[in-house]
């Protein structure tokens, strides 16, 4: 598995920390992987464009 390391502002870490908080996810990483999941899965139906 590769690792990636961002920077990004101070409110969208306590977004993220919120969401972990929530139970539905386990860490920052299970959150980002999400995200980037549920994006590929909106873009996939225009590859053919």
Same mark, same amino acid.
């Given at each position: 598995?590769?690792? +990636?390391?961002?920077?990004? =502002?101070?409110?969208? @870490?306590?977004?993220?920390?919120?969401?972990?908080?929530?139970g539905?996810?386990?860490?920052?990483?299970? %959150?980002? @992987?999400? +995200?980037? @999941?549920?994006?590929?899965?909106?873009?996939? =139906? %225009?590859?053919? +464009?």
């Amino acid at each position: 598995m590769a690792t +990636l390391n961002i920077s990004i =502002p101070n409110e969208m @870490r306590h977004w993220i920390d919120q969401q972990i908080k929530s139970g539905q996810f386990a860490n920052a990483s299970d %959150y980002i @992987r999400d +995200l980037i @999941r549920h994006n590929q899965s909106e873009k996939k =139906p %225009y590859e053919w +464009l």
